[in-house]
């Protein structure tokens, strides 16, 4: 259906500019009228063709919502009406798939849908909590407020995750290069010297022997290998997106050594932030409960926080609910327990909060700390393994002459 810019004459004598989707002129004209405003001009709005393929192929980048969660909250914060705030944000310098789904959420407020609803129709663009707590901020008379808290919390949630994402860079890149220097050896140098031992007749030890039976056998299924491994590595990354898969990626998550730490603490940072914003909305305990589950980003979690919410229900109290699951720690815990004491919770929670940030960094410095060492252990004994299986031959038939 076209989308129509028109320059109009509202009810109070000022001029306006509204989009309005038609699928004639005779339709576009029945619609203003309907209105009961007056149409000076109108035109059909262009697509933007230059980017035409990255606009219909493209994924929106989060960063954008982020930033558009912040602007919207501080035009509300104004005063500014919503269907204004969204008139004008759908024509910052968004990208254009993103600037799409904006425009539809504005001709839908428009329309007379509810702001919480029209956001609802894009679940790929915007998070589910979020357009929960835009409904709850829309009932309450806080949607300014919940924008910010959502605006916060996401950069928060974000600035973490890269945080995680840019450190795993380096360890990511030596267990590539070890894989690279293998493939190298096995495809390019080994079998030269295999020849030049084989043609000077001297003697092959085992250590020698296994690692020309690798080469060996790397050279003659290199074309076979290759797509068996992508098509595992590709096997492996459907099954995680499956919900089995993700319990399983989950629980592995947990349990690995190095990454656990760095996980835990990222659960109990998300959920400590996602408590406060939960509370300060005026939610009872039980729909709190019940939407931090959906937040904890962990099946593992969000199964057993099952059990929580049933002995909240019973009347025992949120912190001993808590800390009989097993998930989190002790301090958390604790400090929930002081919180409900004192009548403070969401105070206490918010310095937790911030403590937890500050173990997510230094968990992720421990990680990295002690993956690049194994890394570089690991391409050092690839490496020395090949030159001693050189070496080893090369010493003996120098020793036989």
């Not at 790397?218 to 098509?231: E, K, R, S, T």
């Not at 918010?350 to 500050?358: G, I, K, P």
Request: glycine fraction near 4%; charge should be neutral; include cysteine.
């Amino acid at each position: 259906m076209p989308l129509y810019r028109c320059k109009v004459i509202n009810s109070s004598g000022q001029r306006q500019t509204v989009l309005r989707e038609a699928t004639d002129e005779l339709s576009l004209r029945a619609s203003i009228r309907q209105d009961q405003i007056h149409m000076i001009s109108f035109s059909v709005v262009k697509e933007e063709k230059e980017n035409e393929f990255f606009a219909v192929s493209s994924k929106i980048k989060f960063t954008e919502v982020i930033t558009f969660f912040r602007q919207f909250s501080v035009m509300l914060k104004a005063g500014i009406p919503i269907s204004d705030c969204l008139n004008n944000l759908h024509k910052q310098k968004f990208s254009i798939p993103f600037r799409n789904v904006l425009q539809t959420v504005y001709l839908d407020v428009e329309s007379g849908v509810l702001l919480s609803d029209a956001f609802s129709k894009h679940p790929k663009v915007f998070p589910k909590f979020f357009c929960s707590m835009v409904g709850i901020g829309e009932v309450s008379g806080s949607l300014d407020r919940v924008m910010s808290n959502m605006a916060d919390y996401y950069e928060n949630d974000r600035r973490i995750k890269k945080k995680a994402s840019s450190a795993m860079v380096y360890p990511s890149l030596l267990v590539a290069m070890v894989v690279v220097v293998v493939i190298f050896l096995c495809l390019f140098i080994l079998p030269k010297f295999e020849s030049t031992i084989n043609e000077l007749g001297g003697e092959v030890p085992a250590i020698t022997r296994i690692v020309m039976d690798i080469s060996q056998f790397v050279q003659d299924y290199f074309f076979i290998l290759l797509p068996a491994i992508v098509g595992v590595v590709l096997i492996v990354m459907l099954f995680f997106k499956t919900k089995t898969g993700k319990y399983v990626k989950d629980v592995l998550m947990l349990n690995l050594p190095i990454i656990s730490t760095v996980q835990k603490n990222m659960i109990t940072s998300r959920f400590s932030r996602a408590f406060i914003i939960l509370l300060s909305s005026g939610m009872n305990m039980i729909d709190v409960l019940e939407n931090l589950k959906k937040m904890l980003g962990n099946e593992v979690f969000t199964r057993k926080f099952d059990y929580t919410i049933e002995e909240v229900k019973r009347g025992r109290r949120i912190a001993a609910s808590i800390e009989s699951t097993g998930l989190f720690p002790s301090m958390l815990t604790e400090m929930i327990s002081v919180g409900e004491k004192s009548g403070n919770i969401e105070e206490v929670l918010a310095s937790t909060s911030d403590y937890y940030d500050e173990q997510v960094e230094a968990s992720i410095a421990k990680a990295v700390a002690a993956i690049e060492p194994m890394a570089i252990i690991m391409l050092g004994g690839v490496v020395c393994l090949v030159i001693l299986s050189v070496l080893v031959p090369m010493m003996s038939m120098m020793n036989a002459v």
